[in-house]
Nanobody, 123 residues
């Protein structure tokens, strides 16, 4: 059974930083593309960042380019999202996502979701 467990969310002031982690189990982690999506109240789930299974290629949504960095540690079965220079519009529930041999760019491409972690950025 695949499980994705996010941690690291919280409340931060604008301009601050947070680091999200997602621990994966029940899968061969190095075979999976991993990603982060977010969903604000009343809005659709939005692509944030993705990293391929070989830890070679990364992709970012336009609104986070230059501020967020996605990385993975295949030895720890964990993917990270470093978020710098946070803005109030980054406030959302952040979800970890996975799919075998897939580069995740849309919610429809995701096979497994985490339960989400809340990030709130105050102005």
């Amino acid at each position: 059974q695949v499980q994705l467990v996010e941690s690291g969310g919280g409340l931060v002031q604008a301009g601050g930083s947070l680091r999200l982690s997602c621990a994966a189990s029940g899968l061969t982690f190095s075979n999976y593309g991993m990603g982060w999506f977010r969903q604000a109240p009343g809005k659709e789930r939005q692509f944030v960042a993705a990293i391929n299974w070989a830890d070679v290629s990364t992709f970012y949504g336009d609104s986070v380019k230059g501020r967020f960095t996605v990385s993975r540690d295949n030895a720890k079965n964990t993917v990270y999202l470093q978020m710098n220079n946070l803005k109030p519009e980054d406030t959302a529930v952040y979800y970890c996502a996975a799919r075998r041999w897939e580069i995740l760019r849309t919610p429809d491409s995701v096979a497994y979701w985490g339960q989400g972690t809340q990030v709130t950025v105050s102005s």
